[in-house]
């Protein structure tokens, strides 16, 4: 684990193998651990960077809301301490929000991207009223109530009821998270913008992945981002809820690796 100081922030992040670049964005209220599984596949040939982005696991949390762009300019800012100019970007769900907003803003720094259980759509009125009502909630109750709420949309039902660990796993990773961290990212994901408009542009190779339970990002908005963004690839992981590379690593790993190793003949 490292940190660096980027943007006023103290920002976690680690750092593994050597190779064309890999930087993994988490999704919401996570932080870098969920992706473990995928580090361990592809630290033998790519370098893997796995930042907390701002007020998720041991990263500054800070008291605003925390848009997309401010958290994309992070990532942004913490490549250039590691000296990164361009990298592949994988990214779950928020991390996604991210990965549209820095598409936008740093297309030449985009070598390629895997976008799992994720939409380009911003909130309607009433996901933004959900939110912050969910702020308020975290910041009044503590990040358990949040878990309680959250895990049956996060998780398939067949996770749920027969895989205890992954459970456990995830409701960790949400009790891990601070409630102010959280309230500003819920606030950030209510502001942020609409990136359909974006999806044509995206010229970078793209992989998009979704679990096929998926209640929180269903598959039709992965069939919209890949019949918009020319040339991806579409795979859903039949199982899988919104969490489908802690659930299914397997099959997201199998998907991954073999996305990354065309990559390197072109
Ligand atoms: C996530 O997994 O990052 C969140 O569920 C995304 C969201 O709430 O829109």
Known sequence: MATATVRGLSMNYTEAG???PVVLLHGFPFNHSMWRGQVEALRHTHRVITP?????GATSVTSEAATMEE???D???LLDQLE?????FGALSMGGYVTLAFCRLFPQR?????????RPHADTNEARANREAMAQHALAEGMAAIAETMLPKLLAPATLNDQPEITAR?????????????A???RGMARRRDQTSLLPEILAPTLIIVGSEDALTPPADSELMHREIRGSQLVVIEGAGHVSNIERPTEFNDALTKFLRALEVR
């Open 75 to 77: 990532v942004a800012a």
């Open 84 to 88: 990164v100019e361009r990298a592949t």
């Open 110 to 118: 985009v070598r390629a991207l895997i976008l799992a259980d994720t």
């Open 18 to 20: 050597a190779g064309a």
């Open 71 to 73: 958290m994309a300019q």
């Open 184 to 186: 500003a990212a819920l």
């Open 170 to 182: 995830v409701r960790e990773m949400i009790l891990n998270t601070q409630p102010e961290g959280a």
């Open 52 to 56: 907390d982005l701002r007020g998720h």
